[in-house]
C-alpha cells in the first residue's frame, strides 16, 4: 500500500495496515510528516521499487484530481482510493482529467479527531465506524473490492452509496455541525469576562470540532458548498423564528406583561421538541448495522438515602450510562403497569410511597445476566421487558 498524506487519517491507515502486516509506503508534501508518521511504525517513508497494490489519497478534497494523475502518471498503483469528506467534485475532476479513472473508487471514512497531523493518529480510529465507498460508472470491480478490502483491514463497516447522495448527507451530519461549532465558538472571543470561569460540558460538547484545522475544513467547505448551502439556508429560517421569539419576550418582560408571551414560548418549544425528536432517530451510539434488540429491566429501590447512588454505581459498574437510566416513584409505577389490566390504585387509597422504581435499559441479550447480577447484589426486580432498537 502507498499512503500520499501523512496526516491524521492517512496516517491512521497507515498505522492500521502495517499492525496487519501490509507493507506501507508513506508520502507527503512535508517530508518532517511522512518521516514522523514512518518513526511511529506507519511504514516506510520512501517510494516502493514496484507498484503497489493500492493507493490511499489522504489529501483535502480540492487536491484528490491532481494527486491522483501524478500517481497514475507514474504507475504508482493498481488501484486507488481517497479518504476526502466530499466526494462528488472529486469525481467530477477524475472522470475529466484522470488517465485511468476505473482504476479509482472515492472513500470516506467516517471517524476523526478535533487534533490533526500524525501525532494524533491511532490505529484503531476506524474500527467499528461506517466508511463510505462511492463508485462512479467506470469503477472496475477490481477497485471496488480493493476499496471494500480496506475498508475490512480497518475493522470499518462498507457502505456503498452514490458520490451525491454521500455528501447531501455530510452535509446535514457533519460538515454544516462542524460550521455551526465554529460560529459558537467564534463568539466566545467577545463574550464576558466570566466565560472561562463558567465554560461547562454542554459548551464544550457543542464547540469540540471547532478546534479542527482551519485550511482542511475551509477546503472541505467549498467544496461541499452546493449541498450545504440548503441546509444552511433551512437553518437560517430556524434561527430567524427563534430569534423573533426571544426578542417578543424579552420586549414583554422589559414591558412587566404578558402579551405575545405564549406564541413566544411555542415557537421555542416547537423547536425544542423537534430537536429531541431528530435526535431521537439516530443509535444511542456510533455503530452501523441492523438495530440491537433492547430490554429494559425495573428495579425497586427503598426509600433510604443512598440507595439510589449505590445502583446507579453498580449499574456504571456494568457498562451501562447512568444517563440512560429513567426513575419514577414506585407507586406511580405500579398504576401505569397495572392500568389497562386491573383496576388502578387512586391516591386516597395508596399505600404509602414504598421508594422508586428504576427502568435500566439493556441489550436484550444480556437481560438475563445483568439482571440476575443486580439480582445477587440484593436488588429487587421485575421480569425484563421488551422495548424498541435504537
Given at each position: 500500500m502507498a499512503?500520499?498524506?501523512?496526516?491524521?487519517?492517512?496516517?491512521?491507515?497507515?498505522?492500521?495496515?502495517?499492525?496487519?502486516?501490509?507493507?506501507?509506503?508513506?508520502?507527503?508534501?512535508?517530508?518532517?510528516?511522512?518521516?514522523?508518521?514512518?518513526?511511529?511504525?506507519?511504514?516506510?517513508?520512501e517510494d516502493p521499487p514496484e507498484p503497489v497494490d493500492l493507493a490511499v489519497l489522504a489529501v483535502p478534497p480540492s487536491r484528490i484530481a491532481e494527486v491522483l494523475i501524478a500517481a497514475q502518471e507514474r504507475g504508482l498503483a493498481r488501484a486507488y482510493t481517497d479518504v476526502a469528506s466530499v466526494k462528488e467534485r472529486p469525481e467530477r475532476a477524475v472522470l475529466a482529467r484522470a488517465p485511468e479513472p476505473s482504476r479509482y473508487i472515492g472513500g470516506h471514512p467516517l471517524a476523526g479527531r478535533e487534533r490533526s497531523g500524525p501525532l494524533a493518529a491511532r490505529a484503531g480510529l476506524f474500527r467499528g465506524r461506517p466508511w463510505a465507498l462511492t463508485p462512479h460508472r467506470l469503477t472496475s470491480r477490481a477497485a471496488l473490492d480493493r476499496g471494500l478490502e480496506l475498508a475490512e483491514l480497518c475493522g470499518a463497516a462498507p457502505v456503498v452509496m452514490r458520490s451525491r447522495e454521500h455528501d447531501e448527507v455530510v452535509a446535514l451530519t457533519s460538515h454544516v455541525p462542524h460550521l455551526l461549532a465554529s460560529v459558537m465558538a467564534a463568539r466566545l472571543r467577545d463574550?464576558?469576562?466570566?466565560?472561562?470561569?463558567?465554560?461547562?460540558?454542554?459548551?464544550?460538547?457543542?464547540?469540540?470540532i471547532a478546534a479542527g484545522d482551519p485550511r482542511l475544513w475551509s477546503d472541505i467547505l467549498r467544496s461541499n458548498a452546493a449541498a450545504?448551502?440548503?441546509?444552511?439556508?433551512?437553518?437560517?429560517?430556524?434561527?430567524?423564528?427563534?430569534?423573533?421569539?426571544?426578542?417578543?419576550?424579552?420586549?414583554?418582560?422589559?414591558?412587566?406583561?404578558?402579551?405575545?408571551h405564549d406564541q413566544g414560548v411555542r415557537t421555542l418549544e416547537d423547536l425544542l421538541a423537534r430537536g429531541a425528536a431528530g435526535l431521537a432517530g439516530l443509535p444511542r451510539r456510533p455503530g452501523v448495522g441492523p438495530p440491537v434488540p433492547q430490554a429494559a429491566l425495573r428495579i425497586l429501590v427503598p426509600d433510604r438515602p443512598g440507595?439510589?447512588?449505590?445502583?446507579?454505581?453498580?449499574?456504571?459498574?456494568?457498562?451501562?450510562?447512568?444517563?440512560?437510566?429513567?426513575?419514577?416513584?414506585?407507586?406511580?409505577?405500579?398504576?401505569?403497569?397495572?392500568?389497562?389490566?386491573a383496576e388502578t390504585v387512586e391516591p386516597a387509597e395508596a399505600a404509602e410511597d414504598s421508594g422508586l422504581q428504576v427502568r435500566v435499559p439493556v441489550p436484550a441479550t444480556d437481560a438475563e445476566r445483568i439482571g440476575a447480577k443486580l439480582g445477587a447484589d440484593g436488588w429487587e426486580r421485575a421480569a425484563a421487558e421488551s422495548v424498541p432498537a435504537r
Amino acid at each position: 500500500m502507498a499512503v500520499i498524506g501523512t496526516g491524521l487519517i492517512g496516517t491512521s491507515v497507515a498505522l492500521t495496515a502495517a499492525e496487519e502486516g501490509v507493507s506501507v509506503y508513506l508520502s507527503d508534501r512535508s517530508r518532517a510528516a511522512a518521516r514522523t508518521a514512518a518513526a511511529l511504525g506507519a511504514g516506510r517513508a520512501e517510494d516502493p521499487p514496484e507498484p503497489v497494490d493500492l493507493a490511499v489519497l489522504a489529501v483535502p478534497p480540492s487536491r484528490i484530481a491532481e494527486v491522483l494523475i501524478a500517481a497514475q502518471e507514474r504507475g504508482l498503483a493498481r488501484a486507488y482510493t481517497d479518504v476526502a469528506s466530499v466526494k462528488e467534485r472529486p469525481e467530477r475532476a477524475v472522470l475529466a482529467r484522470a488517465p485511468e479513472p476505473s482504476r479509482y473508487i472515492g472513500g470516506h471514512p467516517l471517524a476523526g479527531r478535533e487534533r490533526s497531523g500524525p501525532l494524533a493518529a491511532r490505529a484503531g480510529l476506524f474500527r467499528g465506524r461506517p466508511w463510505a465507498l462511492t463508485p462512479h460508472r467506470l469503477t472496475s470491480r477490481a477497485a471496488l473490492d480493493r476499496g471494500l478490502e480496506l475498508a475490512e483491514l480497518c475493522g470499518a463497516a462498507p457502505v456503498v452509496m452514490r458520490s451525491r447522495e454521500h455528501d447531501e448527507v455530510v452535509a446535514l451530519t457533519s460538515h454544516v455541525p462542524h460550521l455551526l461549532a465554529s460560529v459558537m465558538a467564534a463568539r466566545l472571543r467577545d463574550g464576558p469576562a466570566g466565560v472561562p470561569l463558567l465554560a461547562g460540558q454542554g459548551l464544550r460538547d457543542v464547540t469540540r470540532i471547532a478546534a479542527g484545522d482551519p485550511r482542511l475544513w475551509s477546503d472541505i467547505l467549498r467544496s461541499n458548498a452546493a449541498a450545504m448551502a440548503g441546509v444552511v439556508t433551512e437553518l437560517r429560517a430556524d434561527l430567524a423564528r427563534v430569534a423573533a421569539a426571544l426578542a417578543a419576550l424579552a420586549e414583554d418582560q422589559d414591558a412587566g406583561h404578558e402579551a405575545g408571551h405564549d406564541q413566544g414560548v411555542r415557537t421555542l418549544e416547537d423547536l425544542l421538541a423537534r430537536g429531541a425528536a431528530g435526535l431521537a432517530g439516530l443509535p444511542r451510539r456510533p455503530g452501523v448495522g441492523p438495530p440491537v434488540p433492547q430490554a429494559a429491566l425495573r428495579i425497586l429501590v427503598p426509600d433510604r438515602p443512598g440507595e439510589l447512588a449505590r445502583l446507579l454505581a453498580a449499574v456504571a459498574a456494568l457498562g451501562i450510562a447512568a444517563d440512560d437510566v429513567t426513575v419514577e416513584p414506585a407507586q406511580t409505577a405500579q398504576t401505569a403497569q397495572t392500568a389497562g389490566t386491573a383496576e388502578t390504585v387512586e391516591p386516597a387509597e395508596a399505600a404509602e410511597d414504598s421508594g422508586l422504581q428504576v427502568r435500566v435499559p439493556v441489550p436484550a441479550t444480556d437481560a438475563e445476566r445483568i439482571g440476575a447480577k443486580l439480582g445477587a447484589d440484593g436488588w429487587e426486580r421485575a421480569a425484563a421487558e421488551s422495548v424498541p432498537a435504537r
